[in-house]
């Protein structure tokens, strides 16, 4: 397995700057890998595409307006950070412009009531900072700060990406980007899957800048994923489960679901079952894999040469993936966090 394995062209111009109306209005591709089939339909038409018993595992995590924009203290000159998770007293954040920032460097926030002061400078690049001023940071967050939308969306946030890039099940803050899958699903979408006898159980994994963090090795395998935080409740378990042993298949929404349920595994009499708990997880999945727990995904279509491409390659092969692809280009979908959507069985 090469990096170049996972490489494909795609015209500038089916990368989406912006979401489709109504959420469920978007493409759906059907990979059916019993069948090595493809069909297209609208994600409106996925209950059709379920069967009783089978298991919808949602990622409930929340993006938080993360990133702030300042100016250096002393000098003026603009600067931008990326909160991406905390750490006791201090934020690890992604500063730009990264160059001299150095321990000691502050920053000020106009209109705000809040300074910033970088501690220390990590190996990676990234800086931990410590926050001070009069209101809380969560306050001054969602008064400026902007919604942190992935790069190949070359454009500002506008008011409506607050809940535009959300799903609308999102309930704990804690990511930097949209598990963005889930974007595609409304309430009534969401009753009408379970109508269709479909139980829909939420997980965790708040969701960081590594999810775009590009493959440098030629081979993926010596690749490091970022860890994530995650939690799986006993609740979540015991309908995964259940599901499992009732010959229900476990349908994951989004591939950050997919590193949650794989990396919560146990073996007991001979199988393996999801196991509760929270913690940290850098599990890189690539071909070739056997999952344990998830049968099927729901994802959108994703980067040459990312994790997220190499991970559902894994599930549906890559020949099979890669020729999606190309189907996907012709037939003229849109890509990406804006985009269309997949569904494999």
């Not at 931990?128 to 992935?150: K, N, Q, T, Y």
């Amino acid at each position: 397995m090469k990096l170049s394995d996972f490489d494909y062209d795609l015209p500038e111009d089916l990368i989406a700057q912006f979401a489709v109306e109504p959420r469920d209005s978007s493409r759906l591709m059907v990979l059916d890998r019993g069948e090595a089939s493809i069909r297209h339909a609208h994600f409106r038409d996925l209950p059709g595409f379920l069967r009783p018993g089978d298991c919808l595992v949602v990622n409930e995590t929340r993006v938080f307006p993360a990133r702030l924009k300042g100016v250096r203290k002393g000098t003026g000159g603009a600067i931008e950070l990326l909160l991406v998770r905390q750490d006791g007293d201090l934020w690890e954040v992604m500063a730009r412009p990264g160059r001299r920032m150095r321990p000691g460097v502050e920053f000020i926030f106009p209109g705000e009531d809040l300074t910033a002061v970088v501690e220390e400078v990590l190996p990676s690049g990234r800086r931990m900072v410590r926050f001070s001023g009069g209101a809380p940071l969560d306050e001054v967050l969602e008064r400026c700060g902007h919604v942190p939308l992935p790069p190949y969306i070359k454009r500002d946030d506008v008011p409506e990406d607050r809940e535009r890039y959300q799903a609308v099940y999102a309930k704990t803050s804690g990511a930097v980007a949209a598990p963005t899958a889930g974007l595609h699903f409304t309430p009534e979408l969401l009753a009408a899957v379970r109508e269709k006898g479909v139980t829909v159980t939420p997980v965790l994994l708040h969701v960081g800048p590594g999810t775009f963090k590009p493959v440098e090795v030629d081979d993926p395998a010596q690749h490091q994923m970022d860890a994530e935080y995650y939690e799986v409740t006993p609740e979540a378990a015991d309908v995964v489960n259940g599901c499992r042993q009732n010959g229900g298949r476990v349908v994951a929404v989004g591939t950050t679901s997919v590193r949650v349920l794989e990396s919560c595994t146990e073996e007991a009499d001979g199988a393996w079952r999801l196991a509760p708990g929270s913690g940290w997880t850098d599990l890189f999945i690539y071909p070739p894999c056997d999952f344990r727990v998830v049968d099927a995904l729901i994802t959108n279509f994703h980067l040459p040469k990312s994790t997220l491409l190499m991970m559902v390659s894994a599930l549906a092969g890559r020949e099979f993936v890669m020729q999606a692809y190309s189907e996907a280009t012709r037939e003229r979908y849109r890509f990406y966090s804006y985009g269309d959507a997949m569904y494999i069985q």
